[in-house]
């Protein structure tokens, strides 16, 4: 009966030690681990090479700008800025990341996903229309919708990879900022994954698998890939700016 008793324990142990409620991330196994470019260093965790901790500093845990918005996305009435391990490189395997979303009147960020985190906005202007899909289990053809008006000082949690958006429902811009528990969340756009893939998805598979008809599919791709271009030529500008 002890032994079983132990046994019990160690899993439960085990489980809660490695519970997702912490960070979606593994736990680290040492204190820091500063990203570094540098392929002579001698530890590699999650993607990231290590700074050796005795030549870490201040700024490796440091980033400002998130009092401004980001780099305005053409067509798409918004601006993002995000901080990660890419722009703090003090965030290697800590498990966080966070960023600010500004929207312009009546746009939205699309139908998304974050396979890796879970995402706590909180909203510092405007009133945002906000909300996940949860699957329902009894019945895989169909989700419940689970959303909230938003206000300033409001918090709303969207759970890891379940498909959701924000709205601006106001008559002014909107800013939140989001929180997430990964030090790079991923963000894939289920609109722009589906209809504007490289190399292309079938017109009548996705006609069938969003049951649609075809001249709707066509003219739905023409729209986001336009977007998407247009988007692209706006990054190539300003990375040629800043050179």
């Excluded at 395997?93 to 890796?116: A, C, K, Y």
């Excluded at 006609?207 to 986001?224: E, F, P, T």
């Amino acid at each position: 009966m002890n032994m079983w008793w132990f046994i019990t324990t160690l899993a439960i142990t085990a489980f809660i030690c490695n519970s997702p409620s912490y960070a979606y991330d593994n736990n680290p196994l040492q204190d820091i681990c500063v990203a570094v470019n540098d392929s002579k260093a001698a530890v590699f965790v999650n993607g990231k090479i290590c700074k050796d901790p005795k030549f870490a500093t201040a700024n490796d845990f440091f980033a400002s700008g998130l009092n401004v918005s980001g780099i305005a996305a053409p067509g798409a009435g918004g601006a993002a800025k995000f901080v990660d391990v890419n722009n703090m490189p003090g965030l290697n395997t800590l498990g966080i990341s966070t960023g600010r979303v500004d929207l312009e009147p009546q746009r939205i960020v699309p139908f998304h996903i974050h396979p890796r985190a879970t995402e706590l906005i909180t909203v510092l202007e405007g009133i945002f229309y906000v909300g996940f899909l949860l699957p329902d289990p009894t019945n895989f053809f169909k989700s419940r919708l689970i959303s909230k008006i938003l206000y300033p000082g409001d918090m709303f949690v969207n759970p890891i990879g379940l498909i959701h958006f924000q709205y601006n429902v106001g008559n002014k811009k909107a800013v939140y900022l989001a929180a997430f528990n990964s030090q790079k969340p991923e963000l894939i756009i289920i609109p722009n994954s589906i209809f504007a893939s490289n190399p292309p998805i079938m017109d009548d598979v996705l006609a069938q698998g969003n049951s649609l008809r075809l001249y709707v599919i066509k003219n739905m791709i023409l729209v986001i890939l336009k977007v998407v271009c247009s988007a692209l030529a706006e990054h190539q500008r300003l990375m040629k700016a800043l050179e």
